[in-house]
């Protein structure tokens, strides 16, 4: 049984080197802020409780979960004047894990690695280090002559530092184990350097003190990686979108081309469904199994069923059904809800409306606020008028009915069951149950039209 610790989320840094209006850590990595990803992590190490520290109006307390404690830095710069923002909420004894809000893929079994190794040590703080990422810009893990952890170098500037000093590969990944109270005392004799306080700085304090200061290598790449500037981010997107892909393909789903597909953390999809090229499956999106997506698809915010078919297409907040058919070139716009077996075709959009089972929709359309019944046939080109300049307005068209091309419904207005619509009517009166709605000019021919014209010419 593993002992119980308090987790502390370093989130309030200015991250200048974003070159964003918005915090540093609320910026998504494949759809979820890095702070979410960080907490996530801790939660699944088994964190008694998390305390993440923010600075006062920046925005990111406001998106944590309740279960959150938030301390706030109000005054110093720097990872240790971070920490110390959350001495009160955190107290003072008892194991204390500490992570940067910017490395959004540490794994929760690093953490519990990290845990595991500070403890039957008996360290007084454990750092997590790796050599396998480019260590430029990175804290460097100074050794002494007996292999000791000495001391963590910052080599985000690099002038006056040593070439010595710049060789060496081991780097401080910035998530710490300590005992809290040896920590506050370090820390409140730690000085500042151009301005800010290192968290860092406690370390040759705590070895000072006949403390114990030791190391967790791994050589996990794939969780190690910090965010500093954008280029950062891509490289963590790219790491943990991978890992995304690969979860879902051990599940079995197939991927035609992987490094052209975008899954956001947190969307489902089923056994047996295959994902296309360029296709970007987004937010609380849930797939079923044997689909086939994309090619060149976007799916936000939907739930799909088994067995449905989108080519081409855009789909926002909607629901589809079982075996239904979308696209190529459907546009499913909130509130569409296409029903078991049912088509959506080529440039049709569908926005707010119930598609039933089985009806069809197969060609450049406009269906807004609209109850396409069981069954219905919708032509080519029909389009709803379900906006009179002030307020939206349903349509109705019945189970089992056919409309003609080029129709439009001036909404509110009702097509009956079974009823007909006759091809370039423009419908504004409700058409009974069986009944053929047709309300167009009646064709005139005027005979010998061409001949006159040619005459008329010389
Ligand atoms: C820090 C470490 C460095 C390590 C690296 C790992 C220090 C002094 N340096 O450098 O050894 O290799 O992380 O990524 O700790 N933060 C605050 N308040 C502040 C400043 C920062 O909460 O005033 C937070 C940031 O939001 C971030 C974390 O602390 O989540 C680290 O800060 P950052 O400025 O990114 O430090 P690095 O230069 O990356
Ligand atoms: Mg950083």
């Given at each position: 049984m593993s002992e119980r610790f308090t987790v502390l989320v370093m989130a309030a840094g200015r991250g200048t080197r974003m070159r964003s209006s918005m915090p540093k850590v609320l910026h998504p990595v494949c759809g979820k802020p890095m702070i979410e990803w960080v907490i996530d992590a801790a939660r699944a190490a088994g964190a008694a409780e998390v305390v993440c520290v923010t600075r006062p109006g920046d925005g990111v307390a406001a998106g944590l979960p309740d279960d959150v404690q938030v301390a706030e830095q109000?005054?110093?710069?720097g990872t240790g004047a971070a920490v110390l923002a959350a001495r009160q909420a955190v107290g003072e004894a008892g194991p204390l894990l500490v992570l940067s809000g910017?490395?959004?893929?540490?794994s929760h079994e690093l953490i519990t690695g990290l845990m595991k190794t500070h403890r039957t040590q008996g360290a007084t703080a454990t750092i997590l280090t790796t050599e396998e990422l480019d260590p430029a810009g990175y804290g460097r893990i100074v050794r002494d002559g007996g292999g000791a952890v000495d001391r963590i170098a910052e080599t985000k500037h690099t002038e006056g530092v040593s070439e010595a000093l710049l060789a060496i590969r081991e780097i401080n990944l910035g998530t710490y184990a300590f005992e809290a109270g040896a920590l506050w005392a370090a820390l409140d004799e730690v000085g500042e350097d151009r301005g800010e306080r290192y968290l860092t700085g406690v370390f040759p304090l705590m070895r000072e003190r006949g403390n114990t200061v030791i190391s967790h290598l791994t050589r996990d790449v794939s969780s190690s990686i910090g965010v500093n500037d954008r280029v950062g981010l891509m490289d963590a997107d790219r790491l943990a979108q991978r890992r995304i892909l690969e979860d879902h393909a051990r599940a079995g789903v197939s991927f035609l081309a992987p490094d052209s597909v975008r899954v956001e953390v947190g969307v489902e999809i089923g056994q047996d469904t295959t994902i296309g090229p360029a296709t970007t499956l987004r937010g609380a999106t849930r797939i079923g199994s044997g689909c086939e997506i994309g090619p060149g698809t976007t799916i936000t915010d939907c739930v799909l069923g088994d067995h449905v078919t989108a080519l081409h297409s855009l789909l926002t907040d909607a629901v589809v059904d079982d075996g239904a058919w979308l696209g190529p070139f459907a546009y499913l716009r909130p509130g569409a809800h296409i029903g078991e077996g049912a088509k959506i075709g080529t440039f049709v959009e569908v926005k707010n409306s119930e598609i039933g089972t089985r009806a069809k929709v197969p060609h450049l359309s406009y269906i807004g606020d609209t109850d396409v019944g069981e069954g219905a046939n919708v032509a080519a080109g029909n389009i709803t008028a379900?906006?009179?300049?002030?307020a939206k307005h349903r349509t109705v068209i019945g189970k089992e009915a056919k409309t003609g091309v080029n129709a439009s419904y001036v909404a509110p207005v009702r097509v009956g069951e079974g009823a007909y619509i006759a091809a370039g009517s423009v419908i504004t009166e409700d058409v009974p149950d069986g009944a053929l709605g047709i309300s167009r000019p009646d064709q005139k021919n005027v005979e010998g039209y061409a001949e006159r014209v040619e005459k008329e010419r010389g």
């Open positions: 109000r005054e110093g710069e910017d490395h959004p893929l540490l379900n906006y009179d300049g002030f």
